[in-house]
């Protein structure tokens, strides 16, 4: 056997590991949404409660899910498999980074004692990670769709938005971190639309 076909079965062979591998496990992905800081901070307190899952049953299990080269798959999951309170805490940290005084209450109790501005609250109707492992690459797509609405303490008013975002990438070696990467990158596409489509007035929300 010559140097050369040993070298393409050496290839093939990892190809094959590298596909095979890890089927039927379960994969967290964090929701860590990326933003650049910036130097804004409006006189403005938010209140963030959790957000509603309303993805059909199936798909509140899971985020997604990654087809292996060679059959099976595997899972993407939230740790904790709790969407809606990953989500909401995503908003926080994402608005926190963007200038916003925002905090996360858990409860209505926790949301009457901080007594704020705004309180933000919504609903995942989609939010996924799906890979596909092919032959020398593997295509991923990720998407997010969140209703989100504003209620403003000092007149009652509410102000909804619908944010979508939406994004793929091909790799060639893949690793879980890629698809953490390409959700949260679409996840900050969608919060970024709740920043600039929005302005305070008189310690109120309002869309722009």
Known sequence: MTLKSIQVLGVLGLLAVCGCAAKGEVVPIDLIPVVQTTGQKPD?????????????GAEQERLGTRAHLWGGQSYFQIPGGQAGDAVAKAV???????????????SADEVGAAKPNVVLSGK??????????????????AKSKLAVQAKNMNDDS?????????GSQNVFWFDPEDAQKLLNDVLAESL???????????KALRLK
């Not at 970024?192 to 008189?202: M, P």
């Open 44 to 56: 403005v307190f938010v209140t963030v409660v959790s957000f509603e899952d309303t993805r059909p």
């Open 92 to 106: 926080v940290d994402y608005l926190k980074a963007k200038g916003w005084s925002v905090q996360l209450a858990k």
């Open 124 to 141: 995942v109707l989609a939010l996924s990670v799906d890979a596909q492992s092919k032959f020398m690459k593997t295509e991923m797509a």
């Open 158 to 166: 509410v102000v909804r938005m619908t944010l979508n975002g939406a």
């Open 192 to 202: 970024e639309k709740l920043v600039s489509d929005t302005k305070f007035e008189s």
